[in-house]
T-cell receptor, first 114, second 115 residues
Framework: AQSVSQHNHHVILSEAASLELGCNYS??????LFWYVQYPGQHLQLLLK??????LVKGIKGFEAEFIKSKFSFNLRKPSVQWSDTAEYFC????????????FGRGTSLIVHP | KAGVTQTPRYLIKTRGQQVTLSCSPI?????VSWYQQTPGQGLQFLFE???????NKGNFPGRFSGRQFSNSRSEMNVSTLELGDSALYLC??????????????FGSGTRLTVV
C-alpha cells in the first residue's frame, strides 16, 4: 500500500513570501498525484493534478507542483503568497488505475500574515 | 452545475444512537467515496461506490456501512455511535470509473458530534 508524508504540519508566512510545501510518497509503481486545498469554512477542492507528461504542473491561483520521480516527491510551490492563501493543503497519491484508493497526507496548515 | 451536496451539515447525536448521512454527487458522476476527517488522523477512507456496487472499503468497523442508489445518490450509516465517531464526514464524487485521473470533487461535509 502507498503512503504519503507531508513534512510541514504548520507553516506561517508573510505576504509576498515564497512557498514550498513538501510531499513525499512511497509506492513502487506508476502514480497519479494531487494537491487539494481547504480554505477556512469551505470544502476541499482540487488545486492541481499530475498523471502524465510534463512533470511541472500548473494549477489554479498561481500554484504549481513538480513531480520528481527519483525522489518520490510532488512539492507544491507558489512564488508569492497572499493572505487569501491561508488554508489547509493536502497532498494525495493514487496508483494509476481506477480501482485504487487515493491516500491523503495529513495536511499542512498555512497561515499567511498580511 | 451543482456541486456535491451533503445533508445534513451538522448533527449532534448521543452515544449508542445511529445516524444516516446523505450525499448527492455531481450530475453524471457515478463514483461516490466517503471519508472521515479528524484533526489527528487527517482523511481516512471509508468506502467507495460505483454504479450501486461497493468497489472499495476502508479499515473501519462494521458499524459503518453505506449504499448507493440508481441515481448515484449515496448514504452512509453509522450504528451504535461512539464518542470517537465525532468527525467531519466528507463525500467525494468522481467522473468515470478511473478516479485516479479525474480526482475528486468534495462536498462540504457533515459535522457529526457524538455526546
Amino acid at each position: 500500500a502507498q503512503s504519503v508524508s507531508q513534512h510541514n504540519h504548520h507553516v506561517i508566512l508573510s505576504e509576498a513570501a515564497s512557498l514550498e510545501l513538501g510531499c513525499n510518497y512511497s509506492y513502487g509503481g506508476t502514480v497519479n498525484l494531487f494537491w487539494y486545498v481547504q480554505y477556512p469554512g469551505q470544502h476541499l477542492q482540487l488545486l492541481l493534478k499530475y498523471f502524465s507528461g510534463d512533470p511541472l504542473v500548473k494549477g489554479i491561483k498561481g500554484f504549481e507542483a513538480e513531480f520528481i520521480k527519483s525522489k518520490f516527491s510532488f512539492n507544491l510551490r507558489k512564488p508569492s503568497v497572499q493572505w487569501s492563501d491561508t488554508a489547509e493543503y493536502f497532498c494525495a497519491v493514487s496508483p494509476s488505475g481506477g480501482s485504487y484508493i487515493p491516500t491523503f497526507g495529513r495536511g499542512t496548515s498555512l497561515i499567511v500574515h498580511p | 452545475k451543482a456541486g456535491v451536496t451533503q445533508t445534513p451539515r451538522y448533527l449532534i447525536k448521543t452515544r449508542g444512537q445511529q445516524v444516516t448521512l446523505s450525499c448527492s454527487p455531481i450530475s453524471g458522476h457515478r463514483s461516490v467515496s466517503w471519508y472521515q476527517q479528524t484533526p489527528g488522523q487527517g482523511l481516512q477512507f471509508l468506502f467507495e461506490y460505483f454504479s450501486e456496487t461497493q468497489r472499495n472499503k476502508g479499515n473501519f468497523p462494521g458499524r459503518f456501512s453505506g449504499r448507493q442508489f440508481s441515481n448515484s445518490r449515496s448514504e452512509m450509516n453509522v450504528s451504535t455511535l461512539e464518542l470517537g465517531d465525532s468527525a467531519l464526514y466528507l463525500c467525494a464524487s468522481s467522473l468515470g470509473a478511473d478516479r485516479s485521473i479525474y480526482g475528486y470533487t468534495f462536498g462540504s461535509g457533515t459535522r457529526l458530534t457524538v455526546v
